[in-house]
């Protein structure tokens, strides 16, 4: 089994569901958590999770998108909890690059409102976390929520934290880059019980494949493998185990 624990779906036109076919060579059962990043998305997710048996879907509202964020929107998230469709919230986070740094306010209420609804109905979270890592470490510290930091590439100071924290990090294409040293130190540094494998399809080139697509986790899973010594099978069934601490699912329906 293969999990992908974070990509975004809904760019992909259904059906067909094409997609799968990568994966038959491998003899693999992979499994997709498809990312939401704003409100109009949400129907869409829950639509492909409950059509397709390996898709799984978290909603969120994406820091990008905490500006926009409604009363009402925070009130349809909870209606959606409560149906219990979803298996997380994500993509959450907080994003302090220059060109989001000034809606930072409307950042941290969106964040603190959908940790809050995380922690009262128990369910993990996936998080962007961009130049805010004090911030997001010290919220973190003070709800009882758990999940997955996807798309880290950070000191082993800041990685240790999120761990401790009982976080996974999740691991994504930019593994496959023959220049992305610290990347390369900061999955070494994790080893195969704190992680987990992410496309975050369509977003993340792989350096010897043209276009994006979702069968690049294999690819991912691969090149762990290969840095960490390990078998493929092992990255596999380890990540697989870590994700479904997390996730609190099987992943087999
Ligand atoms: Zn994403």
């Known amino acids: 089994m293969v999990i992908d624990t974070h990509c975004h779906l809904n760019s992909i036109s259904f059906p067909p569901f094409k997609f799968l076919a990568s994966f038959s060579d491998f003899d693999l059962t992979p499994s997709f958590i498809t990312m939401s990043t704003h409100s109009k998305e949400w129907c869409k997710q829950v639509e492909l999770s409950q059509k397709f ?9 994406h820091p990008w998108y905490a500006q926009k964020m409604q009363t009402i929107d925070l ?12 298996i997380a919230l994500g993509e959450i986070g907080l994003d302090f690059n220059v060109r989001y740094k000034p809606y930072k306010v409307k ?10 609804l995380a922690e009262r109905f128990s ?9 805010a890592h004090n911030e997001m470490l010290s919220l973190l510290s003070n709800v009882n929520v758990s999940g997955i930091v996807h798309g880290l ?19 994504n294409g930019i593994i496959t880059r ?16 704190h992680i987990v494998l992410e496309t975050d399809y369509p977003y993340i080139d792989i350096s010897y494949s043209k276009k ?12 762990v493998a290969y840095l ?26």
């Not at 950042?107 to 809050?116: R, T, V």
């Not at 023959?178 to 019980?193: D, F, K, P, Q, T």
């Not at 493929?232 to 997390?246: A, D, F």
């Open 212 to 223: 994006p697509c979702l069968s690049d986790i294999l690819l991912v899973a691969q090149q």
């Open 153 to 171: 590439g950070s000191s082993k100071q800041i990685v240790k934290s999120y761990v401790d924290l009982g976080f996974k990090i999740g691991i």
């Open 75 to 86: 009130l349809k998230l909870e209606e959606h909890l409560k149906k219990n469709f979803i």
């Open 107 to 116: 950042q941290l209420e969106c964040l603190i409102k959908q940790l809050e």
């Open 53 to 61: 048996n390996h898709v799984y879907c978290a909603l969120g509202i």
């Open 178 to 193: 023959i220049n992305a040293r610290r990347y390369h130190e900061m999955v070494s540094y994790l080893g195969l019980e």
């Open 123 to 131: 369910k993990p979270v996936s998080l962007h976390v961009i130049k």
């Open 228 to 253: 960490l010594n390990v078998s493929l099978e092992r990255v596999l069934l380890k990540s697989t185990q870590n994700t479904q601490l997390i996730f609190n699912e099987t992943f087999v329906r």
